[in-house]
């Protein structure tokens, strides 16, 4: 996250409650006067961009590379943020509801009602599907969304998630080189946005 320091001549114009509702923006604080608006991931690049298309600003940049350098673990961990973010609230969603299996497992075992038997209920296999198809597609997801916070096409990053997931006929050939072999899965997540990135960059 950062904030968006501004001073602002007439404070009576600012409308917090507005600013909070843009996408991107986390709050707003600060003085009526100097309010600052905090942004999240990734949102930051993007406002600065904004910025430099305005007639009349005067801005800097940083050059020094030293500093730069001191700042790449940032830029790694934004990647990730970017990546992951907008998968946050699937990850919740499933979780929650394998939750609520485990619950009604428990409730199962105690009361031996039927509906919740995990084996032979028809009403816990379909939550298991809504919960586990997530996961079960996780590598195109993360594929996709690392295509996009690399401003490449999604959808190769989706097809380079797959393929991490799906070697197909090459699935357990020699890779002729360290007696390795391609195995489908391999690297899981991490393979996943690696390959989204890379297909991003190419």
């Known amino acids: ?3 968006l320091r501004v ?8 409308d ?8 991107g923006v ?10 600052q ?7 930051a690049e993007e406002v600065s961009n904004e910025i430099k298309k305005m007639d009349g600003i005067k ?37 929650l509801i394998f939750g609520v299996m485990k619950i009604l497992t428990l409730i199962f075992n105690m009361t031996g009602a ?9 009403f816990m296999m379909v939550l298991n599907v809504l919960a586990s ?30 393929i991490v997931s799906n070697l197909g006929a090459l699935n357990g050939t020699e890779m002729g080189m360290f007696g390795l072999t391609f195995t489908n899965g391999r690297g899981g997540t991490l393979a996943a946005m690696a390959a989204g990135a890379l297909i991003a960059w190419l």
């Open 114 to 122: 039927a509906i919740f038997d995990p084996a032979n209920s028809q």
């Open 37 to 43: 608006i905090v942004v999240g991931p990734g949102v």
């Open 1 to 3: 996250m950062t904030r």
């Open 59 to 95: 801005y800097s940049e940083v050059t020094d590379h030293a500093v730069m350098k001191k700042k790449s673990a940032t830029g790694i961990l934004s990647f990730f943020s970017k990546v992951f973010m907008p998968l946050i609230p699937v990850f919740a969603g499933a979780g």
């Open 7 to 14: 001073v602002v001549k007439d404070p009576a114009k600012v």
């Open 133 to 162: 198809t997530f996961f079960t597609f996780l590598n195109v997801a993360v594929g996709a969304s690392s295509a996009k916070a690399m401003g490449g096409n999604p959808f190769l990053g989706l097809v380079a998630g797959g």
């Open 26 to 35: 986390m709050s707003v604080v600060g003085s009526d006067s100097e309010p």
């Open 16 to 23: 917090r409650a507005a600013l909070k509702k843009v996408k």
